[in-house]
Every structure is written in C-alpha cells, then in structure tokens.
C-alpha cells in the first residue's frame, strides 16, 4: 500500500495515467448514474405532487419538478462538452428510494398531513442522496480539470441543496404550528417552554423531529 498523498503527487505531476483514466471513467459511469436518477426524479416529483395535501408541499414539488428539467438539460450538456454518448447507468439506490416514496402514498390517508410529512421525508432522502451524488461529481470534475462541467455541477448542487432548506422550512411548519396549538390550548402551559428542536441545531434530515 502506497500514500494518499504521494499518490495525489504523481497524479497531479501528470505521472499517473492509470489514475487519470480511472478517475475518467468512474467521472463517466457517476454522470450517467445521476442522469439516470434525475430523469426518475422528475416523473417521482410529479406524483409527489398529485399526491400531496396542501398547497404549500405540492407546489414545492413542482417547482423543483421544474428545475430538474433544467438539471437533466445541464447533463446532456455535459455529456456533450466531454464528448461521450448521453445515456443513463440504472441505479438501485434511486429506486428504492423511490418506492419508499410510493409507499408513503399507499401508506396513508389521502387528504391527511401525515402523507405530507411522510412525503417531504422521502423527498429529503432523495434530495439528500442527490447532494452526494453532485457533490462528488463535483470534485471529480474538478481533480479532472473539467471546468465547464464542474460550473455546470456546481449550479445544480446548489439548486438541491437549497431544494432541501426549503423542505426543511415546510417541516419545521408542522413543529411550529404544533407548538402554537398547544399554546391556544394551554396557554402558559409547560408545553410552551419545551424546547423544540429547529433547523438550526438539528443536522439535515430530521427536521420533523420524529
Ligand atoms: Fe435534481
């Protein structure tokens, strides 16, 4: 076994040709997976949307339906700028994830706020498995010196991520419309001074606190 470090020392001096094309491919084969993940995202999203209860989480489906769009566009660019064959890679992770969504849906009542808590969780997790995906894209392009992909990369991330702060405001509604219920309830009850987790000091991905 060798040093990361010396081995990143010769791949940068450009001695490490194996290196280089490794990474190539693997850049190659996680461009076609996450094309693959996108296309899916989009048909998930619409469902998600028709399926959800309130105004406020169906359209925040539709308007990320809306800009995964543009997300599939940007990887058919990049596709381009490389000079590859565009065509996705299946991959089971999406999948599941998807039909952990599907459950969701067959899982709860039609109408009921549970179905949409139940929805913006699934659609974290997918958005959550996206971040990772660009994320090392994103460093791939830029090991590789893809500049113009890595902009390309970078603008989606950016779209995800900012795709999950906002479903992690629409829950946090669910806790704080909660908490203002038990206040008109009791007021000045012990309910009121219970600290309730936000956004700010729990990590991603559990904002429902449940
Ligand atoms: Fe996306």
Do not use: C, W
Request: proline residues 2%.
């Amino acid at each position: 076994m060798t040093a990361l470090a010396d081995r990143i020392a010769s791949f940068f001096s450009g001695n490490d040709s194996t290196t280089d094309e490794g990474l190539r491919d693997l850049f190659i084969s996680e461009l076609k997976s996450v094309y693959y993940t996108e296309k899916r995202a989009v048909d998930a999203l619409g469902e998600q949307a028709e399926a959800s209860t309130t105004n406020e989480v169906g359209t925040a489906f539709l308007t990320h339906q809306n800009e995964s769009h543009n997300q599939v566009e940007r990887l058919e660019e990049i596709f381009k700028i490389i000079g590859i064959k565009t065509e996705v890679l299946t991959s089971d992770a999406i999948d599941g994830l998807i039909s952990d969504a599907r459950r969701v849906i067959s899982g709860t009542e039609p109408g009921s706020l549970t179905r949409d808590a139940g929805l913006i969780i699934a659609a974290q997790k997918i958005e959550h498995y996206e971040i990772a995906a660009y994320g090392s894209l994103l460093t791939l392009a830029n090991i590789l010196d893809f500049s113009q992909s890595a902009e390309l990369l970078a603008k989606t991330l950016e779209e995800e991520k900012e795709t999950d702060r906002k479903l992690t405001v629409l829950a946090e509604s669910f806790v704080n419309n909660r908490s203002k219920e038990e206040e008109d309830k009791h007021p000045g009850s012990h309910h009121t001074s219970r600290h309730i987790p936000t956004s700010s000091d729990v990590t991603l991905g559990g904002p429902l606190g449940i």
